[in-house]
């Protein structure tokens, strides 16, 4: 009987580390972090998108006032430019074309430096991304290592647990189970002394007295928490 109960508790711990392996929490913790990341992904890889379109657009504008500056430069230096009046306005034409090139550059300059920045921020994010599936897969290979160790614990167990319960009689292993089931894992106790292994208390000398005449085969029950109380050269009776 108190193989039996032992075996149980095993069993029972056995279940209890299955259900909280360290694994498991390390993995939702890093799900948890994944999708984190995958959100400042998207975030990042649409900024990186955006500013990718914003340069292709001020390198148009430069190269679109460049064009009509080196036009301009040309008729000027093919000196087909007649009156004074057209020269000057020219000029001047010239000088405000430079002005807005060097603008647009600086433009083009600040699109430049932001993309850069937002591609290696998309980057690192990405490298972040890949560390997470090779931790996942760690952790997910290390769960399962320890999974299959106590699945096969859990197998032995119940192997000899089977064994130990059929030289038993059929009405006391329910009676255990009943009792085990409603009194937290445990259904019978050892008397150690006077003390009910069970529940820890000490039984009063009358019960002590009725249980040391009962025939060694009667089935004893400790009369403060009811469970099956079990004899042994420990016991007091
Ligand atoms: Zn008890």
Redesign the pocket.
């Known amino acids: 009987m108190l193989d039996l109960q032992e075996l149980d508790l095993n069993l029972d711990q056995v279940a209890h580390k299955r259900g909280v392996l360290p694994e498991l929490a390390a993995l939702t913790e890093l799900a948890r972090e994944k999708s984190a990341v995958d959100r400042e992904l998207v975030t990042a890889e649409t900024e990186v998108s955006d500013l990718q379109r914003e340069q292709k657009k001020a390198d148009s504008d430069v190269e679109q006032v460049k064009t009509r500056r080196t036009r301009d430069q040309e008729r000027l230096d093919g000196g087909r430019v007649g009156s004074p009046k057209e020269l000057e306005s020219l000029q001047h034409e010239i000088g405000s074309l430079d002005r807005r090139i060097a603008d647009l550059e600086d433009a083009e300059l600040d699109v430049m430096e932001r993309l850069e920045s937002a591609e290696a921020r998309l980057a690192g994010l990405r490298s972040r991304a890949d560390d997470f599936a090779g931790r996942q897969a760690e952790l997910e290979s290390s769960r399962d290592a320890a999974a299959k160790d106590l699945d096969e614990q859990r197998a032995s167990l119940t192997e000899r647990r089977t064994a130990v319960a059929t030289e038993l009689p059929a009405d006391l292993v329910t009676t255990y189970a009943k009792l085990r089931e409603r009194m937290g894992g445990i259904g019978a106790?050892e008397l150690v002394g006077k003390r009910?292994m069970?529940?820890r208390?000490e039984l009063n000398p009358a019960d002590l007295s009725r249980m040391a005449a009962a025939d060694k085969n009667t089935v004893l029950r400790?009369e403060?928490?009811g469970?099956i109380?079990v004899r042994t050269d420990k016991s007091a009776v």
């Open positions: 106790g009910c069970g529940c208390m400790c403060e928490c469970r109380l």
